[in-house]
């Protein structure tokens, strides 16, 4: 996993959760320029401080259009990118009230604590591109996630919902995103059967010659 956070001034939950994770963890701080995404199977962008670059912002699209999956943390940027868009909101609301999807073993509402920052969290309005994942006090997203669950959006920082265990529930999604596969018994089955219809047929033709 690649874990990209460009600062915190309290204390990074996200960092926590993904400690606990199991996945081993390369963080950066800067862009991902250095990076070839499609060598992780989950990238996290923490995006704490500036705005985000149009490089990097191309690059997550080429890797979730790839198949990837990706965490993003803003205080309301997310634009740009072309699987999951949402319109800004409210700036600064301080609950979260996490829906089910996310919410196993989370006490919800939580609070959007602000150690410091200027703008630390922002309202979202999702479009049909997107599903409300939790809501801001107003009634307005606060985590969105694309239709299929690829991409998932937090609009605050990773220092301010003190909750390990939402990003947790966030990131073992993914295991749930790809579609059932088919068990493996079953193509050797069918082939099998193939094997034993082409027999059956064989041994018809032999009895036939030898009459």
Do not use: C
């Not at 990076?35 to 990097?56: C, E, H, K, P, R």
């Amino acid at each position: 996993m690649l874990y990209r956070n460009d600062g915190n001034i309290g204390t990074d939950y996200m960092a926590q959760a993904l400690a606990a994770s199991g996945y081993g963890v390369t963080t950066i701080s800067g862009d991902l320029s250095t990076f070839d995404l499609n060598d992780f199977d989950i990238v996290v962008y923490a995006n704490q401080t500036f705005g985000m670059s149009g490089y990097d912002i191309d690059q997550i699209n080429n890797y979730v259009s790839a198949g990837g999956h990706t965490i993003i943390h803003d205080f309301g940027g997310f634009g740009g990118f072309d699987l999951l868009q949402v319109d800004p909101g409210i700036s600064n609301p301080e609950s979260v009230t996490v829906g089910p999807m996310f919410g196993a073993g989370v006490v919800s509402p939580l609070a959007v604590v602000n150690p410091g920052w200027g703008g630390f969290s922002m309202g979202m309005i999702a479009n049909a591109q997107g599903v409300v994942a939790a809501t801001f006090e107003n009634g307005e997203a606060a985590i969105v996630t694309s239709l299929y669950g690829q991409m998932i959006f937090n609009s605050f920082l990773t220092d301010t919902v003190a909750s390990p265990q939402l990003y947790l529930n966030e990131l073992h999604s993914f295991t749930q995103v790809a579609q059932t596969p088919i068990p493996a018994a079953l193509p050797l089955f069918a082939t099998a059967l193939a094997g034993f219809g082409f027999m059956a047929r064989r041994r018809k033709q032999l009895d036939a010659d030898a009459a």
